[in-house]
Nanobody
């Protein structure tokens, strides 16, 4: 059974930094896309950033220039470096992984990120 395990969330002051990590356990081979989504209280889950196996990335406009996604295909791992954090970045962050031909996508359990003003 495949599981995505996240780590690195926490409480930080505005302007600070955090690094989220996500690693997959279980036999799945390589994912085609891995990424991060977030959900704030009372809001819908939204895309933060994704990375493809060829290294292409895509970011939400709200995090461009502040967040950087990276991946390790060999480890089936994905990371999110978050700099210049703002209170509006406060949310539960979820790791997501997609493998072509497998549905539904895989989700982590979520990790809380809280940015104080």
């Amino acid at each position: 059974q495949v599981q995505l395990v996240e780590s690195g969330g926490g409480l930080v002051q505005a302007g600070g930094s955090l690094r989220l990590s996500c690693a997959a356990s279980g036999s799945i081979g390589s994912f085609n896309v891995m990424g991060w989504y977030r959900q704030a209280p009372g809001k819908r889950r939204e895309l933060v950033a994704v990375i493809m196996t060829d290294g292409r990335t895509n970011y939400a406009d709200s995090v461009k220039g502040r967040f950087t996604i990276s991946g390790d295909n060999a480890k089936n791992a994905v990371y999110l470096q978050m700099n210049s954090l703002k209170p509006e970045d406060t949310a539960v962050y979820y790791c997501n992984a997609v493998k072509i031909g497998v549905w539904p996508p895989y989700w982590g359990q979520g990790t809380q990120v809280t940015v104080s003003s």
